[in-house]
């Protein structure tokens, strides 16, 4: 791309003006409105839980059931991209950025706060017991594991599916592509993406506003940092400069970095803290309390306490399934943004299990330490710190500890770190719902977006707003929810004709072979020809076939394109329309390859030279890559080809019909 176009902004007015103007408009009505806001959305709110609780677990439940269904059936083996694509990401890199994206900062807020306030505060019966803490741990397990990963994986997939499976934009209206179609291009799709950019900045601007205050606690506790509004403004303002630095940069220098340097600063806290404490302990409770989770998965998610009515229901539960759901778009865009060229089942299992355990681990550790501190050693006062101001849990956990100093500069540089990947992914992701799906756009428009959340974050930490735009955000769910589900409807369905695709076998008739055709055929597995030999192919053989092809099809009035990128791309494509039905194409396009020399092994494609390498004309259809190399074939040889993929692919159509 020239440079005066990566200079030129490349934003969909439609989302990203309507997005600005509700945006500021709702904190303004918000801050105009203090008292009354705060009441109307705690109504709100109050009313959801009591009429609605129902739903969210409901729908929480149905998210689950498919995750693990499309994990275990056939339709797992279906990539997101074309067949030929390979992740864009190692393991590492992609958990690393898809969990500080995702959860990182609330397990450093939550981590010791959460368990300890179900111990002294359980659902049912009396805090402090033995059962209490067993119970503790495990409910924090059930509100940050598998269900709330299950609910970032299937809209996750949805996206990824669509975007790089069907080359729809990489935004939320592409999920409900099934639903309205081309309309997505229109007010209706443009609508969808406003919601998610306003659901978005809300989400990270509130979390931004409300966990600052742990930052502040860090500073304050190790450098006698003031903790005011003022100083968390400055802290937010702070932040946002170091997300926009990483935004500048871009996903592989920036986000995906931060991201694994905290992953090892969690790992390395995990084992500090696991060896400071009764580490025996803490692993035989990590242990059982994991067994106890997974045996009562389906009750405890199915569970509303009916026959036991407490608002500890609507103030945990329902709370975090509304949270999770609101994050969607978001986390959504973000984690298919990363996942391209994944299976569903390896995606459905590394965008669930890995977190889920990993979360466990976490909660079992830190939750259990505090817990064991308060019952067996009598630190009372670490409990009543807790229930008191959240945000001190974690510093005020840590004086208990050997190290306390070296562990709470990990822990505040951790929580910055968070902060950062969470609001840079943010913006990325903003930028993308703003720009059609774009993210490869210019330096000033993507730091356009963490300069705003910025300024949510402060105008609603100082002027009292956040709790009220909190509640607002987790209340969009409830209708956000009832679309999801007929969006899954609708990737189930394209999900059945994909698969359905996959199945379908016809019976070419057999070539036949003389001499000298085996004996060219052996000649052209032994040789490795270079792009231009290739290219030449393409032009002398396959042009000629595709035009003979497509001229035959014109003839029975059918309608066809040859496209043409031989010198661009290296590839050649023959497109045939079948009206309202799905379209059939066949491209050969050149790929290069390492030779097949064993001192090579090991070594990056993009490492070597070209003596190392060859080049294939392999054939891509719809669906993508099929792993076959067609070069040194004659015309004859390659007409024939694509009347077999043809005859194969009117024959998918005719059993879907």
Same mark, same amino acid.
């Given at each position: ?24 408009? %709702? @904190?303004?009505? *918000? =801050? ?7 009441? &109307?959305?705690?109504? #709100?709110? /109050? !009313? ?105 994986? %299937? @809209?996750?997939? *949805? =996206? ?7 080359? &729809?934009?990489?935004? #939320?209206? /592409? !999920? ?110 990590? =242990? ?370």
């Amino acid at each position: 791309m020239p440079d005066s176009a990566k200079r030129r902004f490349n934003i969909d007015p439609a989302v990203f003006y309507p997005a600005l103007f509700l945006l500021f408009g %709702a @904190v303004l009505l *918000v =801050l105009s409105l203090p008292g009354e806001g705060a009441t &109307l959305f705690a109504s #709100l709110q /109050s !009313a959801i839980v009591e009429t609605a609780s129902w739903f969210y677990v409901l729908v929480i439940a149905l998210i689950g059931v498919m995750v693990i269904v499309l994990a275990a059936s056939r339709f797992g083996d279906i990539k997101l991209g074309p067949d030929h694509s390979e992740p864009d990401y190692g393991f590492l890199s992609w958990f690393s950025m898809l969990f500080a994206a995702g959860i990182g900062i609330g397990l450093m807020f939550y981590g010791i706060a959460e368990p300890v306030m179900h111990f002294l505060s359980p659902p049912v019966g009396e805090g402090g017991t033995s059962a209490a803490a067993a119970e503790a741990i495990q409910l924090s397990y059930f509100h940050w594991g598998f269900n709330a990963w299950a609910t970032y994986a %299937a @809209v996750a997939m *949805v =996206l990824a599916y669509f975007a790089y499976r069907h080359d &729809l934009p990489l935004t #939320l209206r /592409s !999920a409900f592509y099934p639903l309205i179609g081309e309309r997505i291009y229109g007010p209706m799709g443009a609508a969808v993406d406003v919601f998610a950019v306003i659901c978005t900045t809300y989400g990270i601007s509130v979390s931004l506003g409300l966990g600052v205050l742990q930052i502040n606690t860090g500073f304050n506790y190790l450098f006698g940092l003031p903790i005011n509004e003022w100083v968390q403004v400055a802290l937010i303002f702070g932040t946002m400069a170091l997300a926009t630095v990483s935004v500048v940069m871009g996903l592989d220098a920036g986000i995906k970095r931060l991201s694994e340097i905290n992953t090892v600063l969690a790992v390395l806290l995990l084992m500090l803290i696991l060896i400071a404490g009764p580490t025996a302990l803490l692993l035989s409770g990590t =242990l059982q309390n994991f067994g106890g989770y997974v045996a009562g998965l389906i009750p405890k998610t199915l569970d509303l306490y009916v026959y036991a009515p407490s608002d500890w229901l609507g103030g945990w539960t329902i709370f975090y399934w509304g949270w999770w759901i609101s994050w969607t778009p978001f986390v959504g865009v973000f984690v298919a943004r990363i996942s391209r060229g994944r299976t569903i089942r390896e995606f459905l299992v590394g965008v669930t299990v890995v977190p889920t355990l990993f979360i466990c681990l976490w909660m079992g550790v830190l939750g259990g330490s505090a817990i064991e501190l308060i019952t067996n050693q009598g630190v009372t006062e670490l409990g009543a710190a807790v229930q008191d101001n959240q945000a001190v849990g974690l510093f005020r956990f840590l004086e208990y500890l050997p190290g306390t100093q070296l562990m709470s500069v990990i822990c505040l540089v951790m929580i910055v770190i968070f902060f950062v990947t969470s609001a840079d992914s943010g913006a990325m992701v903003l930028n993308m719902l703003s720009a059609r799906g774009d993210d490869n756009t210019p330096a000033l428009q993507r730091s356009v977006w963490t300069l705003v959340i910025a300024l949510i974050a402060s105008i609603l930490l100082v002027g009292g707003g956040l709790q009220a735009l909190q509640t607002a955000t987790i209340a969009s769910a409830l209708p956000f929810s009832i679309a999801l589900l007929g969006a899954f409807w609708g990737f189930g369905k394209a999900l059945m004709i994909d698969g359905a695709k996959r199945q379908v076998t016809s019976i070419h008739p057999p070539a036949e072979a003389g001499d000298a055709d085996w004996r060219q055929r052996l000649a052209n597995l032994l040789s490795y020809p270079a792009d231009s030999s290739v290219q030449d192919f393409q032009r002398e053989v396959v042009f000629p076939a595709m035009h003979s092809f497509a001229q035959e099809l014109n003839d029975h009035d059918v309608r066809t394109q040859i496209i043409n990128h031989i010198n661009e791309r290296g590839s050649l494509r023959l497109e045939v329309a079948q009206g309202n039905e799905i379209d059939f194409a066949y491209e050969v396009r050149m790929r290069r390859h390492p030779k097949p020399d064993q001192p090579l092994a090991g070594k990056a494609l993009e490492d070597m030279s070209e003596n190392e390498i060859f080049y294939r004309a392999e054939v891509h259809l719809v669906e993508g890559g099929q792993d076959y190399d067609v070069m040194g074939w004659s015309e004859e040889q390659v007409v024939l080809d694509m009347l077999n993929q043809y005859e194969t692919h009117l024959h998918f159509l005719h059993t879907v019909r």
